[in-house]
């Protein structure tokens, strides 16, 4: 969810009010109303605030005409008439300027690759195989979007700067913690905390876990798992018991330079139970077949799973 254009407007013209010698208790009512009217409000005022404080501002603004001079410096020489377009602008400067540190870093992997990626914060993540985030480091907020596979994540404590971790529809928030993700579908995900505690949010149910405990959200509901200590990490091994098929082709694919497919949806509601060990896809798929009595086609192109 980002803020539009018309609260970035309303944030600055708030900001302009704020700044000025007379604000009211009335003002400050409205000024509430307004916040909690809608949570992009909110964050388009926090974004702004923070530019408005920074020194980004005065950087911004040097490199600027004066025309987009920082308003504080304006105000003084009575060089506009409208604070509040002067505000609009300068900001508006500001966040060209700093745009570079709110563009999102994606990393990604290679099938059955392990990839260490250190954070501009200290934050350490392990991606498993055909697996990719992206990352927005703010000055007040650390965002995170795992878009597909698993990841391993050993978060720096910073208070000020809480992160979240996306998973489609889910949330995870920590501050300081260790933990590991693992996006089987759109709507399966698994969160297991190794140290610390993290806060897991689907937009319907809420769940705080700590040490040693695991979640799986699924189709917005959360349910407690068995910790699986050897799963923390992309260990090359899948533990299933009673799990869908397709949560087990899931984790072959981080492996397959083949893609796999599930071609009919009696096979894809299959359960299997087992240890498999995933980083060996071929073994894995020819262990399904005699235990299973699945169909594999390979093909040039792609495996396809038929039962």
Avoid at 153 to 166: I, K, S
Avoid at 218 to 233: H, K, T, Y
Avoid at 249 to 269: D, F, H, W
Wanted: hydrophobic content about 45%; proline content about 3%; some cysteine.
């Amino acid at each position: 969810m980002t803020a539009t254009d018309s609260s970035y407007e309303q944030a600055a013209a708030w900001l302009d009010q704020m700044n000025r010698s007379v604000f009211d208790a009335a003002d400050g009512e409205r000024f509430d109303a307004w916040m909690n009217a809608d949570p992009l409000n909110r964050e388009a005022f926090a974004e702004l605030a923070a530019i408005w404080d920074s020194e980004e501002l005065e950087t911004a603004c040097a490199a600027e005409p004066a025309a987009t001079a920082a308003p504080r410096r304006l105000f003084a020489a009575g060089w506009v008439s409208s604070a509040r377009v002067a505000l609009v602008a300068a900001a508006t400067a500001a966040i060209v300027l700093f745009t570079a540190t709110m563009i999102p870093r994606d990393y990604g992997s290679a099938p059955g690759e392990m990839r260490r990626v250190a954070l501009a914060d200290g934050t350490s993540v392990v991606l498993g195989g055909s697996s990719s985030i992206s990352v927005r480091m703010l000055p007040w907020r650390r965002a995170i979007d795992l878009e597909r596979g698993e990841a391993s994540f050993d978060v720096a404590h910073d208070a000020a700067r809480p992160m979240a971790v996306r998973i489609g529809e889910t949330r995870v928030t920590v501050l300081g913690t260790a933990f590991h993700i693992d996006r089987l579908a759109a709507d399966r995900v698994t969160v297991a905390v190794s140290r610390g505690s993290v806060r897991v949010n689907t937009g319907t149910e809420e769940l705080d876990i700590s040490r040693l405990e695991a979640v799986r959200a699924m189709s917005g509901r959360l349910q407690r798992v068995r910790f699986e200590p050897e799963l923390q990490v992309a260990s090359g091994w899948f533990v299933a018991k009673e799990a869908p098929l397709a949560d087990l082709v899931e984790k072959l694919r981080r492996y397959s330079k083949t893609p796999i497919r599930i071609t009919n949806g009696q096979a894809r509601a299959l359960r299997v139970t087992g240890r498999f060990k995933i980083a060996d896809v071929a073994g894995t798929l020819n262990t399904l077949e005699g235990l299973y009595g699945i169909e594999i086609a390979r093909r040039n192109s792609s495996i396809e799973i038929s039962l």
